[in-house]
């Protein structure tokens, strides 16, 4: 698996911004795909997950209906749209695969998921 995220940068408390994740996978259907984030001194935290197969969606309570992940099959892309961006969103975000259930992956650690994509650091202040 072979993950490739962009779309990071710096935006002022409450804008908008979209990142996105090429991914290359032998089997998409076997697969969830996701975002983690990290921000300094921090534990790397479950953000979003997808489900290839069926689009099946979880959040993290922090960012329940600010952020929207989605993804596109004929692009091989995930995409995770973050509105009404806080300074607390700040953090180097990260792409993920794993053919983990999409409802488990904000139970288990981090080190659970399988493969990752180079992060994107996003910085929100004024």
């Known amino acids: 698996v072979q993950l490739q995220a962009s779309g990071g940068g710096l935006v002022q408390p409450g804008s908008s911004l979209r990142l996105s994740c090429a991914a290359s996978?032998?089997?998409?259907?076997?697969?969830?795909m996701g975002w983690f984030r990290q921000a300094p001194g921090k534990e790397r935290e479950f953000v979003a997950v997808?489900?290839?197969?069926?689009?099946?969606?979880y959040y993290a309570d922090a960012v329940k209906g600010r952020f929207t992940i989605s993804r596109d099959n004929a692009k091989n892309t995930v995409y995770l749209q973050m509105n009404s961006l806080k300074p607390e969103d700040t953090a180097v975000y990260y792409c993920?695969?794993?053919?983990?259930?999409?409802?488990?992956?904000?139970?288990?650690?981090?080190?659970?998921?399988?493969?990752w994509g180079q992060g994107t650091l996003v910085t929100v202040s004024s």
């Open positions: 996978v032998r089997t998409f259907s076997d697969y969830h």
């Open positions: 993920a695969a794993d053919p983990l259930p999409g409802r488990l992956w904000s139970s288990r650690p981090a080190t659970e998921i399988g493969s």
């Open positions: 997808i489900s290839w197969r069926s689009g099946i969606v």
